[in-house]
Every structure is written in structure tokens, then in C-alpha cells.
């Protein structure tokens, strides 16, 4: 069955008119007759239980205002007027135009919406879809217009049978005759109102567990959907959210027959050849030889455009769906996989800011805490290794693990020996993280500053985390500060020098990609239980975390600014040793190992004044850990 949206009703000039023909009044929105009539009527008190949400509303983007009476089942028609006589003024008409279905609606309805060229709304409940026509033929008995009425899906959604419910349903924002369901058997619909009533144009099964992973899936469930905006790629996605907090993308689903503007399709497809092809990231070149294979069958025209001939400002899509594309199409947008992918800026930014949980919405900080770090594959360790030592891993070292033992936003470790036996940390930085450092600190500059032009009162420019992270790309800068740090210790603090240790730095193995530093075992600070197997008093570990710190900052004016676990280990000193409570112990003393990546601000003189507006008195440096 088909029907053509394109009809031409007889009284289009005059249903297009801003202004009724009839006398009407004009009144503010919110004192229209309606909606103070749907409070007082007998009907909504005696069903105000058991009655769907008031106020259904749908407007046009123009003068029109449709209200879904739940009590009579009709659609009130209000022409609106915007800004008169004051800006913020909503003037409406009344009487306002009654619409109603030419047919008997079996459901109680909860949504309405308007497509997008104003010629039909739907008329949505949990167990039934309807279509009206917003035009239609004049009744004088009920002082209405009936409209053409039409149900959407009946042998899926209203067969009494059939258990299956409506949960979201939209219509797309690139056709007028194409809207997406969702229901409760996890299935996500395409309909194309211009061709089939009853049957989906395209299908699309929900799997929110990724292959391979053992889940109790019958507990997750869909709850929602959305179309993506107006922006590369998300033109043809759709966003699914689940029970469970975790959100799906379905890309790409493209309505057939819908159109798109020449000039958006060919971005992206430019992107793909230029940036996806030539990245360093395997999955990143995979996944943009799909895009543009899936692109070319689509929209033909890219592939040849001399033969296509005609108009190419706008372009046409074909149908063409994957055969698997249920399960190829499935995208996690859980953020461990979503901040794998960022680059050193924004991914250093993401984790300062889950340490900001008096500011920064604890969902949030749920989420960034629960994100994983990027891992490089073997071979572009093998490839940094070869490029900045000449030779690979094989050939500089005895022995080398190609698991990394520890992988952070800019680098990942892994555990080798030395030609002569020594037992070694070598750190490879990633090497897709880099790439366009420059343009996002400039990016990231550039929005900090426009925020707090429009918001003087949020000024977040002292924190210049894009500075941090430039620095921390070149290791070189690292290893000259693990030994500046120590010899800080032994110089100024020899009372405390023997507790305190950085790793041994192997110069002749490192670059400004690469940093080979002696390997050190240990507890981390804040794991009490192994701490005490080691015969380790936690208090004795108390306080020399804090009187090295204070050592650093009101001695040394070189000061570890990221203490937390990963970059702070404990260890046992020989018995001979005294506790650094300065008393006979029982138990053994320590020797807390820093790693450290300090940067002077001699050279950042942005940091000589804190975030709280204080003077500093000395030079105070910011740290950043070596591993994780």
C-alpha cells in the first residue's frame, strides 16, 4: 500500500496562512480555552488515574501548535503568533481548529510528533501507531475536520497476540515519509510510509553484548533511541540507550530514497580517504575502508560523478544495507572504548577531570574512572623501537616482553633485559596519540577562553593541562627530572635520602620516544594488606609520603604533582636500616620509589601564581608519572 506525501490539498494556501480567515481572538498561549477546558471536564476527573499525559504538543517550527485532546481523541489546530506585542509573547487564536481521525484510535496515546515538512503527525501509544494527515475534508455535524488516518505496523505492534511494545518512536529528520520504532523485543524499525503500512523497510536486531562475552543479556534492555544531529557522520546514525546506563550506536542507517547535500556526503568521504586511510591505527584503516565502500554504494555518484551528469548538489540515497549489519553495524559507546580512541590532549584532560569530583557530576566521574587506556600492538612497538634506535627489539635486547605490563593515556611498558643482564622498564610511547596535538591544544585553548569570555566567573585558563601533555611527549625531559629529583633529595634533604629512590635511567636506550629505566618491585602506597606483608608499618609509610613532599615543596621548589598509587611504590630497606619514625622497629624500613616527570616553571611562567590567586615564593614545578 502506498501513499503519496506529496499530495496537493485543494486548501493548502489557505491551511498555510499565519492569520485564520474566521474571526478569532488572539489570547496568551497559556489562558487558550483548551487547556483550561481539559482541566475542568467530567471525563478527565473521572479517568485522571488512568488517563495518558496532558499537554501533548507538536509544533510545526512555523505558526502552527498542535495539542492532543486526551479526553475527546482529537487534535486541537492553534495558530500562534511569536513575539508580539512583547519578544518573549506567544499570542494564540482561538476558537482553535479541530482535527479527527477518520478512524477509531484503539490505544491511549502518549507522544505526538510532526514531520518534517508539516504534513503528517503520529500518534504514538505502547501498543499502537497511528499516521494523520493534517489535511482532510470538513465536517459540519461535528464542526471538525476528518483527516486521513493510517496504522503503522498492525501485524507488529497491535496484533492482540503479539506482546511486543512501543517504546520511543521518531520520525527521521532526512524524510518526511520515514520513521524509526523501537520496541521491547530489542529490534530497532525503519518504516517507509510511502511504500509499506505493514512491514519495515529495515531491521536492525539490538545485541548489547559484544561477541564473545559472557553477560546475562536478558537483564539489558532497550529504553530509547535517537537519530543523530546534523554532522558528519551522525547524519546516519542511530543512538540506542539501554538499562544498564550503556549507550549503542547503529551505524550506518540511511533512509532509502531520502536526500543529502553534495557537499556533506563528500566530507566525509574526503576525510576517510585523506585521514582514515593514512593512520597509523589498523582498526582506524579497517573501519574507513568500510565507510567508503558502504559510501560509494549508497550515493553511486561519488564513485563517478561525470557519468551521474544532472544536478549534484543533491544526492539521492540507494538502498543498500550489509547483510550482517545488525551485529557489523553495533557500536559501543561505552566510554572505556570511546577514550581509548581520544588523542593525548583530550584523553588528559577526560582524566583530570575525574579527579575534580567536587565539581564534575559523579556520574561522570564514574564513567571516566571506569575508562581504559589505549594499548599499541607488538608491531608499532617494534616500529618506534626501530625508528628511534635503529635496530628492533630483538636486536637491543636479551629478552623482551611483548605484553605490556602497564599502558597509560601516552605510553605503555613493557619488562626486558639488558644485553648484560639487567633487568629493565622500557616505555614506548603510543604512536597514534600525537598526531594532532598542536591543532587539539589549540582547540581545547581556543573553547577554555571562549567560555569564560561569555562566563567571567568560569575561568579554567590557569589550567593548562594541553601545556602538561606537550611536555610529557618529549621522555627525554622525563629522565633529566627523575635524576634532578633525586639529587634534589640527596643535596638538600640528605636526612630523608635514603628512604626516597627514582629509577635508574639507561641514557644509551633512551630518546624523546623511548625511556629504559631500571625496573623497580614494590607496594603501592595504598595497598594496605601488601604493605604489611612485607613487614611494613602503614604509618611509617604515612608519614614519609608526607615529609618527602614537604621537602620538595618548601626545599627544593620541585614538587610531584601526581601522587596517586600507580606512581608511588614501597619497598623494604636492608635490617640495618632505622625506621623513619626514627625509633627501634620490629618491622622493617622502607624506601619509597617516585616515578616522576617534573617540568620547570621557569620556562611556564603561568604557574607562578595558583589557581587560589596566592604568590608562590619559590618555583614550584608540576610532576607527571612515568608509567601509569
Same mark, same amino acid.
Given at each position: 500500500?502506498?501513499?503519496?506525501?506529496?499530495?496537493?490539498?485543494?486548501?493548502?494556501?489557505?491551511?498555510?496562512?499565519?492569520?485564520?480567515?474566521?474571526?478569532?481572538?488572539?489570547?496568551?498561549?497559556?489562558?487558550?480555552?483548551?487547556?483550561?477546558?481539559?482541566?475542568?471536564?467530567?471525563?478527565?476527573?473521572?479517568?485522571?488515574?488512568?488517563?495518558?499525559?496532558?499537554?501533548?504538543?507538536?509544533?510545526?517550527?512555523?505558526?502552527?501548535?498542535?495539542?492532543?485532546?486526551?479526553?475527546?481523541?482529537?487534535?486541537?489546530?492553534?495558530?500562534?503568533?511569536?513575539?508580539?506585542?512583547?519578544?518573549?509573547?506567544?499570542?494564540?487564536?482561538?476558537?482553535?481548529?479541530?482535527?479527527?481521525?477518520?478512524?477509531?484510535?484503539?490505544?491511549?496515546?502518549?507522544?505526538?510528533?510532526?514531520?518534517?515538512?508539516?504534513?503528517?503527525?503520529?500518534?504514538?501509544?505502547?501498543?499502537?501507531?497511528?499516521?494523520?494527515?493534517?489535511?482532510?475534508?470538513?465536517?459540519?455535524?461535528?464542526?471538525?475536520?476528518?483527516?486521513?488516518?493510517?496504522?503503522?505496523?498492525?501485524?507488529?505492534?497491535?496484533?492482540?497476540?503479539?506482546?511486543?511494545?512501543?517504546?520511543?518512536?521518531?520520525?527521521?529528520?532526512?524524510? &518526511?515519509?520515514?520513521? /524509526?520504532?523501537?520496541?521491547?523485543?530489542?529490534? @530497532?524499525?525503519? #518504516?517507509? +510510509?510511502?511504500? !509499506?503500512?505493514? *512491514?519495515?523497510?529495515?531491521?536492525?536486531?539490538?545485541?548489547?553484548?559484544?561477541?564473545?562475552?559472557?553477560?546475562?543479556?536478558?537483564?539489558?534492555?532497550?529504553? &530509547?533511541?535517537?537519530? /543523530?544531529?546534523?554532522?558528519?557522520?551522525?547524519? @546516519?546514525?542511530? #543512538?540506542? +540507550?539501554?538499562? !544498564?546506563?550503556? *549507550?549503542?550506536?547503529?551505524?550506518?542507517?540511511?533512509?532509502?530514497?531520502?536526500?543529502?547535500?553534495?557537499?556533506?556526503?563528500?566530507?566525509?568521504?574526503?576525510?576517510?580517504?585523506?585521514? /582514515?586511510?593514512?593512520?597509523?591505527?589498523?582498526?582506524?584503516?579497517?573501519?574507513?575502508?568500510?565507510?567508503?565502500?558502504? *559510501?560509494?554504494?549508497?550515493?553511486?555518484?561519488?564513485?563517478?560523478?561525470?557519468?551521474?551528469?544532472?544536478?549534484?548538489?543533491?544526492?539521492?540515497?540507494?538502498?543498500?544495507?550489509?547483510?550482517?549489519?545488525?551485529?557489523?553495524?553495533?557500536?559501543?559507546?561505552?566510554?572505556?572504548?570511546?577514550?581509548?580512541?581520544?588523542?593525548?590532549?583530550?584523553?588528559?584532560?577526560?582524566?583530570?577531570?575525574?579527579?575534580?569530583?567536587?565539581?564534575?557530576?559523579?556520574?561522570?566521574?564514574?564513567?571516566?574512572?571506569?575508562?581504559?587506556?589505549?594499548?599499541?600492538?607488538?608491531?608499532?612497538?617494534?616500529?618506534?623501537?626501530?625508528?628511534?634506535?635503529?635496530?628492533?627489539?630483538?636486536?637491543?635486547?636479551?629478552?623482551?616482553?611483548?605484553?605490556?605490563?602497564?599502558?597509560?593515556?601516552?605510553?605503555?611498558?613493557?619488562?626486558?633485559?639488558?644485553?648484560?643482564?639487567?633487568?629493565?622498564?622500557?616505555?614506548?610511547?603510543?604512536?597514534?596519540?600525537?598526531?594532532?596535538?598542536?591543532?587539539?591544544?589549540?582547540?581545547?585553548?581556543?573553547?577554555?577562553?571562549?567560555?569564560?569570555?561569555?562566563?567571567?566567573?568560569?575561568?579554567?585558563?590557569?589550567?593548562?593541562?594541553?601545556?602538561?601533555?606537550?611536555?610529557?611527549?618529549?621522555?627525554?625531559?622525563?629522565?633529566?627530572?627523575?635524576?634532578?629529583?633525586?639529587?634534589?633529595?640527596?643535596?638538600?634533604?640528605?636526612?630523608?635520602?635514603?628512604?626516597?629512590?627514582?629509577?635508574?635511567?639507561?641514557?644509551?636506550?633512551?630518546?624523546?620516544?623511548?625511556?629504559?629505566?631500571?625496573?623497580?618491585?614494590?607496594?603501592?602506597?595504598?595497598?594496605?594488606?601488601?604493605?604489611?606483608?612485607?613487614?611494613?608499618?602503614?604509618?611509617?609509610?604515612?608519614?614519609?609520603?608526607?615529609?618527602?613532599?614537604?621537602?620538595?615543596?618548601?626545599?627544593?621548589?620541585?614538587?610531584?604533582?601526581?601522587?596517586?598509587?600507580?606512581?608511588?611504590?614501597?619497598?623494604?630497606?636492608?635490617?640495618?636500616?632505622?625506621?623513619?619514625?626514627?625509633?627501634?622497629?620490629?618491622?622493617?624500613?622502607?624506601?619509597?620509589?617516585?616515578?616522576?616527570?617534573?617540568?620547570?616553571?621557569?620556562?611556564?611562567?603561568?604557574?607562578?601564581?595558583?589557581?587560589?590567586?596566592?604568590?608562590?615564593?619559590?618555583?614550584?614545578?608540576?610532576?607527571?608519572?612515568?608509567?601509569?
Amino acid at each position: 500500500m502506498r501513499f503519496n506525501f506529496d499530495l496537493q490539498d485543494p486548501n493548502l494556501t489557505q491551511r498555510r496562512s499565519a492569520t485564520p480567515k474566521e474571526e478569532v481572538e488572539w489570547v496568551p498561549l497559556q489562558n487558550h480555552p483548551i487547556f483550561s477546558s481539559s482541566t475542568t471536564t467530567e471525563d478527565h476527573a473521572s479517568t485522571s488515574a488512568t488517563s495518558s499525559p496532558r499537554n501533548l504538543l507538536a509544533w510545526d517550527g512555523a505558526t502552527r501548535l498542535y495539542f492532543w485532546d486526551s479526553n475527546k481523541h482529537c487534535l486541537h489546530r492553534i495558530s500562534i503568533r511569536l513575539g508580539e506585542p512583547q519578544p518573549t509573547s506567544v499570542l494564540a487564536s482561538s476558537p482553535s481548529k479541530v482535527l479527527q481521525a477518520d478512524v477509531q484510535l484503539n490505544f491511549v496515546v502518549h507522544k505526538i510528533s510532526i514531520n518534517r515538512n508539516g504534513s503528517a503527525i503520529l500518534l504514538a501509544g505502547s501498543d499502537g501507531l497511528c499516521v494523520m494527515y493534517l489535511y482532510g475534508r470538513n465536517s459540519t455535524e461535528e464542526n471538525a475536520i476528518i483527516c486521513r488516518t493510517v496504522t503503522v505496523g498492525s501485524q507488529l505492534y497491535s496484533n492482540d497476540s503479539n506482546a511486543i511494545r512501543m517504546l520511543q518512536v521518531s520520525w527521521h529528520p532526512y524524510s &518526511d515519509t520515514h520513521m /524509526g520504532v523501537l520496541s521491547s523485543d530489542s529490534v @530497532f524499525r525503519l #518504516f517507509d +510510509l510511502s511504500s !509499506d503500512l505493514l *512491514l519495515p523497510e529495515q531491521e536492525y536486531y539490538l545485541q548489547p553484548v559484544e561477541p564473545g562475552r559472557s553477560r546475562n543479556v536478558t537483564s539489558i534492555c532497550p529504553v &530509547d533511541f535517537s537519530f /543523530g544531529g546534523d554532522h558528519l557522520w551522525d547524519r @546516519f546514525s542511530v #543512538f540506542v +540507550l539501554y538499562t !544498564d546506563g550503556s *549507550l549503542y550506536i547503529l551505524c550506518p542507517v540511511v533512509p532509502f530514497g531520502s536526500f543529502y547535500k553534495w557537499e556533506s556526503i563528500l566530507e566525509i568521504y574526503s576525510d576517510a580517504h585523506t585521514f /582514515g586511510l593514512k593512520s597509523a591505527n589498523s582498526t582506524a584503516v579497517s573501519n574507513s575502508n568500510l565507510a567508503i565502500s558502504w *559510501l560509494e554504494a549508497t550515493f553511486p555518484e561519488l564513485a563517478n560523478p561525470e557519468a551521474e551528469g544532472g544536478d549534484l548538489s543533491m544526492l539521492r540515497a540507494h538502498p543498500y544495507a550489509l547483510f550482517d549489519a545488525s551485529i557489523s553495524l553495533q557500536i559501543s559507546v561505552e566510554p572505556p572504548l570511546l577514550l581509548a580512541e581520544l588523542t593525548i590532549i583530550y584523553f588528559r584532560n577526560c582524566i583530570s577531570l575525574k579527579l575534580q569530583d567536587y565539581l564534575v557530576p559523579q556520574e561522570y566521574v564514574e564513567t571516566l574512572r571506569a575508562s581504559r587506556c589505549p594499548v599499541s600492538s607488538y608491531d608499532q612497538v617494534c616500529q618506534v623501537i626501530k625508528k628511534e634506535l635503529g635496530e628492533s627489539p630483538d636486536k637491543i635486547f636479551s629478552e623482551f616482553d611483548p605484553t605490556p605490563i602497564a599502558s597509560a593515556s601516552l605510553a605503555q611498558v613493557h619488562v626486558a633485559r639488558t644485553i648484560d643482564g639487567q633487568k629493565v622498564a622500557v616505555k614506548v610511547q603510543h604512536t597514534h596519540m600525537t598526531d594532532t596535538a598542536a591543532a587539539d591544544h589549540a582547540t581545547v585553548d581556543m573553547i577554555v577562553n571562549t567560555i569564560h569570555r561569555f562566563f567571567p566567573s568560569f575561568d579554567y585558563r590557569y589550567y593548562d593541562n594541553c601545556s602538561f601533555a606537550c611536555w610529557e611527549l618529549d621522555f627525554l625531559v622525563e629522565a633529566q627530572n627523575s635524576e634532578k629529583c633525586l639529587d634534589n633529595f640527596r643535596k638538600q634533604s640528605p636526612h630523608i635520602a635514603d628512604y626516597v629512590y627514582a629509577p635508574k635511567v639507561y641514557w644509551n636506550l633512551s630518546t624523546s620516544k623511548l625511556l629504559t629505566m631500571e625496573f623497580m618491585d614494590g607496594a603501592h602506597v595504598n595497598d594496605v594488606k601488601a604493605i604489611q606483608r612485607l613487614g611494613i608499618q602503614p604509618k611509617e609509610v604515612a608519614k614519609l609520603v608526607s615529609q618527602a613532599f614537604a621537602e620538595m615543596m618548601f626545599k627544593h621548589g620541585f614538587v610531584h604533582c601526581d601522587p596517586h598509587a600507580a606512581n608511588l611504590l614501597v619497598r623494604p630497606l636492608p635490617s640495618t636500616k632505622r625506621s623513619i619514625l626514627g625509633e627501634a622497629s620490629l618491622f622493617k624500613a622502607l624506601v619509597l620509589i617516585i616515578y616522576i616527570l617534573a617540568m620547570s616553571t621557569a620556562n611556564m611562567p603561568s604557574l607562578n601564581r595558583s589557581p587560589l590567586g596566592w604568590k608562590k615564593k619559590t618555583t614550584v614545578d608540576n610532576s607527571r608519572p612515568w608509567v601509569v
